[in-house]
């Protein structure tokens, strides 16, 4: 039995317990991402390398690169006024896109994570649905709803409206209605993700204080969950940069995006180098967009902003 009193002696600190596994954590972390890691490059490094290889001009071939390197196609798209006019063409259609998914989303995303209703599981169902059709089926509907004999257009004449068939087809606006139902799934999830962590105790707690259900909404429920709308935009923005199926079927000659300039600088121009740096180009693009984007607007970064 341990003694008590003044002249006992002090009884020993506990020795600190070493901390188990050492780097064995980081080992198995550095596993969990190897698939990954493997993925990214097989996918998307060596491809991107091969490509930027291909608009200097070299001729590329398994595990060589022949002809002569030349910055001369990346002058060439410099100077070129027709390009950049596709490039902001691009570029304004995507944000556009992007705008438009954001307004629409946000309602069935606030229905999604507070609502109770029976009706919930079927919305989801709805929203996943141009996911799950893909987009060939997609663009495939939208002619046959926007075409001159569609379904839009045989309603309108039907019930007297117009006297001959609107040219809701191979337009801009064509364009903008498929990139925003094909990309709508991911604008609603990131928003739908995030709503579900804010405290419904902070809303109940603005609407005590006198505000109004607009009030708490500007102030109180859209500032929680801006960064799942900012993520939701960049997805669907760079989605909508490289889209190319939907802008070749539903755009028309009138309405060139730069994936369509690209495939039509390889195969019709058959300017394999001038298709590459086009490419390039949009990729860098879009990993500038990206870098910005995670900089103001990036999730996992802590409250403090490290």
């Known amino acids: ?4 009193g003044a002249g006992a002696a002090p009884a020993a600190a506990p020795a600190p317990v070493a901390p188990r596994g050492g ?28 490509m930027f290889a291909s608009s200097l001009g070299a001729g590329v071939r398994p595990f060589s690169l ?5 910055w001369a196609k990346y002058a060439e798209l410099a100077g070129s006024a027709y390009l950049w006019r596709v490039l902001g063409f691009t570029l304004a259609v995507s944000a556009g896109v992007a705008l438009v998914n954001a307004v629409l989303a946000y ?7 507070r609502s109770r209703s029976r009706l919930n599981r079927l919305c989801f169902l709805i929203t996943f649905t141009p996911v799950a059709v893909g987009m060939n089926m997609v663009t495939m509907g939208w002619l046959i709803v926007l075409g001159r004999n569609g379904v839009i257009n045989s309603l309108l004449s039907m019930a007297g409206l117009t006297s001959e068939p609107l040219p809701l087809v191979y ?14 799934t991911f604008m609603v999830l990131p928003i739908e993700a995030v709503l579900r962590t804010i405290d419904p105790a902070l809303e109940r707690a603005a609407r005590s204080l006198g505000a109004s259900r607009w009030r708490t909404f500007v102030d109180v429920t859209l500032p929680l969950s801006w960064e799942g709308v900012a993520a939701g935009m960049l997805i669907v923005f760079m989605q909508s940069c490289g889209a190319f199926v939907i802008p070749l079927l539903l755009g028309g000659s009138g309405t060139v995006m730069l994936p369509v300039s690209i495939w039509e600088t390889m195969t019709v121009a058959n300017d394999r180098a001038g298709g590459a740096a086009i490419a390039v180009a949009l990729t860098l693009i879009a990993l500038a967009i990206l870098a910005v984007q995670l900089k103001y607007f990036n999730p996992l970064r802590d409250g403090d902003g490290r």
């Open 1 to 4: 039995m341990a003694l008590t």
């Open 23 to 50: 780097a064995r954590p980081r080992a198995r972390t550095g596993l969990l991402a190897a698939p990954m890691a493997a993925l990214m490059l097989a996918g998307f490094l060596l491809p991107g390398l091969l």
């Open 66 to 70: 022949q002809g002569e390197l030349s």
């Open 107 to 113: 309602p069935v995303a606030i229905f999604l994570a």
């Open 171 to 184: 337009g801009m606006s064509a364009v903008v209605i498929g990139l925003a139902h094909i990309s709508f």
